[in-house]
């Protein structure tokens, strides 16, 4: 081996390594604006750290309830990210169960930073996720009716819903690659937003009219999360 080679060797293990050192962490939250002056920094790319001499078994505790489904959607989603269990800090993980009334329906939405698994305890749900613009600008839809015991994966980012199909209760278990995966609800986020979006914007968007934007960003959108 040559001198020249041996030098090319030793820097491209260097940049390397390099690369595999360098990592930024994913975001845990929707937005973390940086500033200069650290006594003006109050927030975290996360959350900060108990002193380990302080820390119980309660901190990675939690119990979880059937949730209350008497709303317009038929269901409730039961959040245990970091915001819950603090013992989920750093640990790149959280869960939710969902609880579905007869028809009951998890709408359309979002994790922004998290993929998320699902299992099926009881009940019947009919599932989906749909694609990004990447194939000629076609969404592609993906379905699957889930009995009890099947899984579902909804890839990190992509819009994805359940609806409960059966005519009894139901219930998930879904965990997600993230301790605070985040949700976006399309239909919240679209005509509930604060303020509201444009009208002129959103029946462009849609290609409707006006009154009809009005008439949704006049209904209560509730959040089942």
Same mark, same amino acid.
């Given at each position: 081996?040559?001198?020249?080679?041996?030098?090319?060797?030793?820097?491209?293990?260097?940049?390397?390594?390099?690369?595999?050192?360098?990592?930024?962490?994913?975001? &845990?939250?929707?937005?973390?604006?940086?500033?200069?002056?650290?006594?003006?920094?109050?927030?975290?790319? @996360?959350?900060?750290?108990?002193?380990?001499?302080?820390?119980?078994?309660?901190? +990675?505790?939690?119990? !979880?309830?059937?949730?209350?489904?008497?709303?317009?959607?038929?269901?409730?989603?039961?959040?245990?990210?970091?915001?819950? &269990?603090?013992?989920?800090? =750093?640990?790149?993980?959280?869960?939710?169960?969902?609880?579905?009334?007869?028809?009951?329906?998890?709408?359309?939405?979002?994790?922004?930073?998290?993929?998320?698994?699902?299992?099926?305890?009881? @009940? =019947?749900?009919?599932?989906?996720?749909?694609?990004?613009?990447?194939?000629?600008?076609?969404?592609?839809?993906?379905?699957?009716?889930?009995?009890?015991?099947?899984? +579902?994966?909804?890839?990190?980012?992509? !819009?994805? +819903?359940?609806?409960?199909?059966?005519?009894?209760?139901?219930?998930?278990?879904?965990?997600?690659?993230?301790?605070?995966? @985040?949700?976006?609800?399309?239909?919240?986020?679209?005509?509930?937003?604060?303020?509201?979006?444009?009208?002129?914007?959103?029946?462009?968007?849609?290609?409707?009219?006006?009154?009809? !934007?009005?008439?949704?960003?006049?209904?209560?959108?509730?959040?089942?999360?």
């Amino acid at each position: 081996m040559t001198r020249i080679a041996a030098y090319f060797i030793v820097a491209f293990l260097a940049l390397a390594s390099s690369f595999a050192s360098a990592y930024d962490p994913s975001p &845990l939250q929707d937005f973390c604006v940086a500033v200069n002056d650290s006594e003006s920094a109050v927030f975290v790319n @996360g959350k900060f750290c108990k002193d380990p001499k302080l820390v119980v078994a309660e901190d +990675f505790f939690k119990h !979880v309830d059937a949730g209350n489904t008497s709303n317009k959607l038929g269901s409730k989603v039961t959040q245990v990210s970091v915001n819950e &269990l603090f013992g989920l800090n =750093t640990l790149g993980i959280s869960l939710a169960r969902i609880d579905f009334a007869a028809k009951g329906l998890n709408p359309p939405h979002i994790h922004p930073r998290g993929t998320e698994i699902l299992i099926v305890i009881e @009940g =019947t749900l009919y599932v989906g996720f749909v694609t990004s613009n990447q194939n000629n600008g076609q969404n592609r839809l993906f379905t699957k009716v889930l009995n009890k015991g099947d899984v +579902f994966v909804f890839p990190k980012g992509l !819009v994805h +819903f359940q609806l409960n199909v059966g005519y009894e209760n139901a219930v998930a278990i879904a965990a997600l690659s993230s301790q605070n995966a @985040g949700v976006i609800t399309i239909a919240n986020a679209v005509f509930g937003s604060t303020p509201p979006i444009s009208d002129q914007v959103l029946a462009k968007a849609f290609q409707v009219d006006k009154n009809t !934007v009005d008439y949704l960003q006049k209904q209560f959108w509730y959040d089942n999360n």
